[in-house]
């Protein structure tokens, strides 16, 4: 298919936040051509602003700018602390429970998005995607067979296209992209919340050493956030059940210090605080915090990540996680399809049972987080049945909503293979320079490096595991006849006993 006056790419991102971002980094640093088209100009104001350790630690180190977040100085999240069912007083969760988050990865940040944000999309310019912003996506091109790319107005109000193999739609809940993915976008009857919330210089903190942590309150209409982003701002907000909808219309200033007084623990957080009424924190705001998910993440040509895709109640900060990692899974499944290792419907068919999978687990826990009946022991105990681990219950909690119950290596040890990725590219074009410049075109400095060894190696794995059969070590699937991750992390590849050739 060919339009007068296209640019083309590899892949066209719609959005340019976390999950838009984090995908255009990883699909542009395999040397892909990437476009992110974001409608807004960066920094600007945004909510979700409490991480988890799997995006801190997994999913931002493996793109490489988990070093910038640590330069910005935000501040440290060891864990939460909740005031939360049958239990009158306050409980505390430390990340550092987990076998998987300890030691230096036991912690997140508590971020002011306007400069995450800004921190991951400049990033991934810097690894080679193309960002133009102020740039809105008018509709996908799409045919029969398969969308072909988006129409959109750039920054001067031009209409322009772009043609694509994929289109990844990252533009949150609000866009209209979603819709030419097919099926329907379906609300839950549990989940339909709305939040009211702004933000308080000279607010309370909780002791040492658990300063940073998220504090969440439940009140009799529902429940607060209290985040700390600084050692002064703090970001609260009131989420209130929709038939309480009345409690924060008309005067929102009235409204959000009328539901403080219902919540004791949180005015006494806020006895000295003020609040900001200047710049981009000066107004109070209303969300409607409705989770639901589409009933099909993706099409030919077509995938939905982040909100696009799906949302849940934001009670365990959920959101950016959600959305880095089904970048990650999405970026996968576009690397190996456009380097020809996995073909299209096998991959996309992972990526969707793996983000519907962790958007589950949240949901299915927070359907017995909101019954205040039950104290923190039986929250643990649901969690531990939820994520069908063999693991005590306070480290299934932890996990759960540390981001890390897939198992996936690369939300605990993206480090390793994050540095194993970089030396493997300098030393493979160390090797491929000497070639270049040597007088007898030797082939011995490539076959020296490591990237080529590792090669031949799977080569004599191959052979070995053929060998050896059901002796031979295996790395299951997370489902019954999937894919597994790549040993670096950045593409899908058949698991071990489904390369083993026929008897």
Known sequence: MTLPDSEEFDVVVVGGGPAGSTLAALVAMQGRRVLVLEKEFFPRHQIGESLLPSTVHGVCRLTGVADELAKAGFPRKRGGTFRWGANPDPWTFSFSVSPRMSGPTSF????????????????????????????????????????????????????????????????????????????????????????????????????????????????????????????????????????????????????????????????????????????????????????????????????????????????????????????????????SVLSERVEEEPALKEFEARYRREYGVFYEFLLSFYDMHHDEDSYFWQAKKVTKTARPELQSFVELIGGVSSGERVLTEAEILAKRFSSDSEEFAAAVDELAGSQDGSMVPLFKSSVVREVMQEGGQVQMRALLGEDAEAEAPLFSGGLVPSPDGMFWQLPVAAQSPPE
């Not at 002791?207 to 942590?213: A, D, L, W, Y």
């Open 108 to 335: 997140a940040y508590q971020v002011e998005r306007s400069k995450f944000d800004d921190i991951l999309l400049k990033h991934a310019r810097k690894v080679g995607a193309e960002v133009r912003e102020g740039c809105a996506v008018l509709d996908v091109i799409a045919d029969d067979e398969r969308v072909r790319g988006v129409t959109y107005t750039d920054a001067d109000g031009n209409e322009r296209r772009a043609l694509a193999t994929f289109v990844v739609d990252a533009s949150g809940n609000k866009s209209r992209v979603y819709q030419r993915v097919g099926g329907k976008r379906e609300y839950s009857e549990f989940f339909r919340s709305l939040a009211l919330f702004g933000y308080f210089e000279g607010g309370k903190r909780l002791p040492e050493p658990n300063s940073g942590n998220i504090l969440s309150v439940a009140f009799p209409s529902g429940w607060f956030w209290y985040i700390p982003l600084s050692d002064t701002l703090t970001s609260v907000g009131a989420v209130v059940r929709r038939e309480m909808a009345e409690k924060i219309q008309g005067d929102q200033e009235k409204a959000l210090m009328a539901l403080v007084d219902e919540c004791p623990l949180i005015g006494e957080y806020l006895a000295d605080a003020t609040r900001v009424t200047t710049g981009q924190y000066g107004q109070l705001r209303v969300r409607k915090d409705y989770s639901y998910h589409q009933t099909t993440f993706s099409r030919p040509g077509l995938v939905l990540i982040g909100d696009a895709a799906c949302f849940v109640d934001p009670v365990f900060s959920s959101g950016v996680h959600l959305a880095t990692y089904s970048a990650l899974l999405a970026a996968r499944s576009i690397n």
